[in-house]
């Protein structure tokens, strides 16, 4: 082998390791950053792993909304208006478009009594906007969009 | 009837570009020197016919309009004059009639500028611009027809501009964003007619790189206008979310900056020439690809206009041909390219290499990010998934650090090859110097830090040093280029970013709590006094205004954040206040009312967050600077007429 | 270089283009749910709004093709649909009726006596159950029903003149609904 060819080797060699070491991070970290969504169906029926973060979601349910009088503490219960519905508890500013009969996405682990424990509350952010995750939520489970101009 | 004359000119528009696009590749092809020439003509006719329907597109909505349908969905009587005007861009049909009198500027500008190209290449490269045009008006015209009239029955009032567009950040934000990715479409049209010619020698390179720099330099700008609204507008103080559509944007700011390192090797050195042309065909496709995802509601987004599967198919197609055209042209026409790659490890071409793998592997990522959760969702039936905020960070950090370590050692390569004792002599006590600071100053100003800030610290002073020092030791042999000094405030204003970045992800504070009338939050420095809320109104709103007096070391001042509720859409917007400051900004905002007049207040000091778009606003400066440079002023055909006989990759 | 390798690029272009198609198609947002395509419109009863002593049920709809349109005083959206649904009442012979869902019973008289009825007659959902019999999740949703009551086409977001002119009004010489609007 001639010094160039030699040289070019080694050029390619190490972008190649480099690229692949690169290639098995990004895909490791892909993995772990995954979250699933479950609606509260989901949640209720034991399906959501306990104990990891996960995405839940469902519409607050009216009336279920209370807030501690001392703290940023709040509890409401999320549903799907079907039959399944779960509570959530949360320590934090809600979103503007946070309010009851409104469809949100929570963020956190569930514990080991069925309560959410949501590090995030996610709102849509104008009539436009839906999470995509509550885009096919709905009371009859058919396929239930994102339109235009579609007020909840 | 002045609404049908906006819609009259774009259906003049649309047939203009065919013409451009006709007698642009038709006379190329055949040789036809008349029909080459009408081109110019035509491409300014198309501007002028584009500009007079956007004209009067916005004269329906600073007259109130509302029997043009888009009026009606975007403005509102009460709507003040300036976001009347900016309401034009505000969705879905306006700005993309902007996003297309915008590529017919860049095509006049090519048929103005480009004169002393050849002509067959010249009627080539706008013959493509014209061809997309044709694509980009026909898909406003059949799709999105901003001049829908609501006839016979024409509403008394509109339903408003959404809120969180009523802002300055969003008058110029998505023009300045339109202008990048657009103008990326001239570096694709070039590299088209190239491999449509045949000629692909390093003479293409040299003429796409000053309009690549421009369209990337626009883009910088757009990006970072786009990441200081969401900063203060959305009122929570994030400065980016990984959302899909920044994504949208941010694919092909990687791919470009790729590509305007890769120009440069393939004009100086003739090497990288195939690559470069991959790169420019991949620039632009991540554009349209951004188009369709922002447009096609495929990705649900923050920002993402309103879902129409039309839409979504008919970029979806037009994606296909011109991706696909390109890239099926490129697989056939540059087999036949050869190299010369003679360089070494320690040379500029080999580090220039490194930039573009590094930058393609980012992309790359975002991409796989972006699109994972659609993947998966197909393949596994239905399944939703999103991708975490951690993902899109664990890839992209080291890979920027590993950028930024190498592009320490930039400015001190030669091409081809460097002398190791020269990199150790000029680059030693750079590494020193930014050890020390790098690890020293976040030891000495702030108390607990982490390794991964004062990694990204040093790196960041070591970007700073290298381009120092040999910015000082060129303006002692004279004036250095534009060119040079672009590329200098470039890197720099990369690493200024980086600080910002590093600093305020490690040492901002974020305070949420319940405040009452009366009460004090101590934080560090600072102290926060709740004084009360009161009603005040807007032009289109009505809002709690809370008044919070600060103490900051001495200083006294007064912060009121807003939470306003816009009467036409019945919104609810989080208007935050902020103190802002080189080193630091005091950020506050209003949560909901609580009982007893108490407020959930959410309070946060974000170190050096200026930084960041201060480091956008340079990077952005360095790519204007360097088109400015004399050897851009005037093409020289000739000398590459020349170089290109030289070139061993003619077809 | 490897001519082969030459096509990865496109390879990987066609992949995404693969992906974004299947992608779209899977979030296609109007589509008619299947499962109530050429279904009967469900079983209900209600009161007529502004007439409470009035009870309504599903066979009230029969005899001729109608439009259900469910809105609510709470949904702008609702107030620009609602232009396009008096253009439709005054220019064609199908019959509207609307869904006052989860809705104020005096915002919604006011909303009526301000800009126009349109409806042959609106039934009351204050709590939403009518809604959750007929699937609806959110306002405005229209059905429209031929003279057997049904549903021959379903719409989620607001009707505009593009939705009339794109997909309602070429159902109307089928459903023999007499038309001035095109």
């Given at each position: 082998m001639n010094p160039k060819r030699r040289t070019r080797l080694t050029v390619v060699l190490f972008l190649l390791a480099g690229a692949g070491v690169s290639v098995t991070l990004v895909l490791l970290a892909l993995n772990e950053n995954i979250n699933m969504f479950y609606p509260p169906e989901a949640v209720v029926g034991g399906e959501a792993p306990v104990g990891t973060q996960i995405r839940a979601g469902g519409m607050v349910l009216e009336g279920s909304v209370d807030r501690d009088s001392e703290s940023l503490d709040v509890s409401f219960v999320l549903t799907d208006y079907v039959?399944?519905?779960?509570?959530?508890?949360?320590?934090?500013?809600?979103?503007?478009?946070?309010?009851?009969?409104?469809?949100i996405i929570v963020q956190g682990e569930l514990n080991g009594e069925g309560v959410f424990r949501a590090s995030q509350v996610l709102a849509k952010h104008d009539e436009n906007y839906m999470p995509p995750e509550l885009a096919e939520m709905s009371a009859g489970h058919q396929k239930k969009p994102n339109p235009l101009n579609y007020d909840r | 009837?002045?609404?049908?004359?906006?819609?009259?000119?774009?259906?003049?528009?649309?047939?203009?570009?065919?013409?451009?696009?006709?007698?642009?590749?038709?006379?190329?092809?055949?040789?036809?020197?008349g029909l080459m020439g009408a081109v110019p003509a035509l491409v300014a006719g198309q501007f002028v016919f584009l500009g007079l329907s956007f004209g009067v597109l916005t004269h329906a909505f600073l007259v109130d309009d509302f029997s043009v349908a888009y009026v009606t969905a975007n403005s509102n009587t009460m709507l003040p004059w300036y976001y009347k005007f900016s309401a034009v861009w505000g969705a879905h049909e306006g700005s993309f009639l902007l996003w297309i009198l915008i590529m017919s500027g860049w095509t006049l500008a090519v048929a103005v500028k480009g004169r002393e190209l050849p002509p067959a290449f010249q009627a080539r490269v706008l013959g493509v611009m014209g061809l997309l045009n044709l694509g980009f008006i026909a898909f406003l015209l059949f799709t999105s027809n901003p001049f829908e009239r609501l006839v016979p029955m024409t509403p008394g009032e509109g339903a408003d501009l959404n809120p969180l567009l009523q802002d300055f950040g969003?008058?110029?934000?998505?023009?300045m964003l339109y202008m990048g990715y657009v103008g990326f479409s001239v570096a694709f049209a070039f590299a088209v007619a190239a491999l449509l010619s045949g000629r692909l020698d390093a003479a293409w390179a040299r003429w796409s790189r000053p309009w690549s720099n421009v369209a990337w330099a626009f883009l910088t700008l757009g990006i970072t206008l786009g990441s200081w609204w969401a900063y203060y507008e959305l009122g929570w103080g994030g400065w980016w979310f990984w959302d899909?559509?920044?994504?949208?944007?941010?694919?092909?700011?990687?791919?470009?900056?790729?590509?305007?390192?890769?120009?440069?090797?393939?004009?100086?050195?003739g090497t990288f020439k195939s690559w470069t042309l991959l790169l420019a065909i991949t620039t632009f496709s991540l554009s349209l690809l951004g188009a369709f995802i922002v447009r096609s509601g495929v990705l649900t987004s923050v920002h993402a206009f309103a879902v129409d599967p039309t839409r979504g198919l008919f970029i979806l197609i037009f994606l296909a041909l011109v991706v696909g055209g390109s890239l099926a042209l490129y697989a056939m026409?540059?087999?036949?390219?050869?190299?010369?790659?003679?360089?070494?490890?320690?040379?500029?071409?080999?580090?220039?290499?490194?930039?573009?793998?590094?930058?393609?592997?980012?992309?790359?990522?975002?991409?796989?990010?972006?699109?994972?959760?659609?993947?998966?969702?197909?393949?596994?039936?239905?399944?939703?998934?999103?991708?975490?905020?951690?993902?899109?960070n664990a890839g992209f950090v080291p890979l920027m650090l590993l950028l930024s370590a190498a592009l320490g050692i930039a400015p001190v390569l030669n091409w081809k090859r460097t002398p190791a004792g020269r990199l150790l002599g000029r680059l030693g006590w750079v590494a020193a110097m930014s050890l020390l600071l790098g690890v020293g100053l976040p030891l000495v100003l702030a108390d607990a830090v982490s390794?991964?800030?004062?990694?990204?610290?040093?790196?960041?002073?070591?970007?700073?040093?290298?381009?120092?020092?040999?910015?000082?030791?060129?303006?002692?042999?004279?004036?250095?280029p534009l060119a040079y000094v672009g590329m200098q405030v470039a890197h720099m204003g990369f690493a200024v970013a980086l600080i910002g970045v590093a600093v305020t992800s490690a040492l901002s504070v974020e305070k949420d709590l319940r405040m009452a009338p009366g009460d004090t939050l101590e934080l560090g420095d600072l102290s926060f006094r709740f004084v009360g809320v009161e009603r005040v109104s807007g032009p289109n709103y009505l809002a709690d205004q809370g008044e919070f007096a600060v103490v900051e070391s001495g200083r006294r001042y007064s912060l009121r954040p807003q939470k306003r509720n816009y009467l036409a859409r019945r919104n609810v917007m989080t208007e935050a206040a902020i103190d802002p400051g080189l080193t630091r900004d005091v950020y506050l905002s209003l949560g909901e009312p609580l009982e007893d007049g108490a407020w959930a207040v959410r309070i946060q000091v974000k170190p050096f967050v200026r930084w960041i778009w201060l480091g956008g606003l340079l990077m952005s400066l360095g790519g204007v600077l360097a088109v400015l440079d004399s050897r851009y002023r005037r093409l020289r055909v000739k000398r590459d007429a020349r170089a290109a006989a030289g070139a061993a990759a003619t077809v | 270089m490897n001519r082969a390798s030459l096509f990865v690029p496109l390879g990987i272009f066609s992949l995404i283009v693969v992906l974004g198609y299947l992608g779209f198609r899977l979030e296609d947002p109007h589509r008619l749910p299947s499962a109530l395509l050429d279904k009967p419109f469900p079983e209900f009863t209600a009161t007529v709004l502004g007439e409470p002593e009035r009870v309504v049920s599903r066979s009230d709809l029969l005899g001729a093709p109608v439009l259900v349109n469910v809105w609510a005083t709470w949904c702008p959206t609702c107030k620009a649909e609602h232009e396009e649904l008096m253009r439709i009442d005054e220019l064609t012979g199908l019959r509207l009726v609307g869904v006052n869902y989860k809705d104020d019973r005096t915002k919604a008289l006011r909303w009526l006596r301000d800009f126009g009825n349109p409806y042959e007659f609106v039934l009351e959902d204050a709590d939403g159950l009518l809604g959750v019999e007929l699937g609806v999740y959110g306002a405005p949703e229209s059905f429209l029903l031929d003279?057997?009551?049904?549903?021959?086409?379903?719409?989620?977001?607001?009707?505009?003149?593009?939705?009339?002119r794109n997909e309602i009004a070429p159902l109307m010489e089928r459903l023999e609904v007499a038309s001035a609007y095109e």
């Open positions: 039959g399944a519905e779960f509570p959530v508890r949360y320590s934090g500013i809600l979103p503007d478009l946070f309010r009851e009969g409104q469809g | 009837m002045i609404v049908e004359l906006g819609h009259l000119a774009l259906v003049v528009a649309f047939c203009l570009s065919l013409l451009v696009a006709v007698f642009g590749l038709g006379g190329a092809h055949r040789a036809r020197a969003l008058i110029v934000h998505p023009p899909p559509v920044e994504n949208a944007s941010f694919m092909p700011w990687l791919a470009g900056t790729a590509l305007i390192h890769s120009l440069a090797v393939s004009e100086k050195r026409r540059t087999a036949t390219i050869r190299s010369r790659a003679s360089y070494t490890l320690a040379s500029r071409e080999a580090f220039l290499l490194l930039n573009n793998i590094l930058l393609v592997i980012s992309m790359a990522l975002v991409l796989l990010g972006t699109l994972y959760p659609l993947a998966y969702e197909l393949f596994t039936g239905g399944a939703k998934i999103s991708v975490g905020v951690p993902y899109f390794w991964q800030v004062m990694l990204t610290l040093v790196l960041a002073f070591w970007i700073l040093g290298s381009h120092g020092a040999d910015l000082v030791r060129r303006l002692r042999r004279g004036t250095p | 003279a057997e009551g049904k549903i021959v086409y379903k719409r989620v977001g607001e009707i505009n003149p593009r939705v009339w």
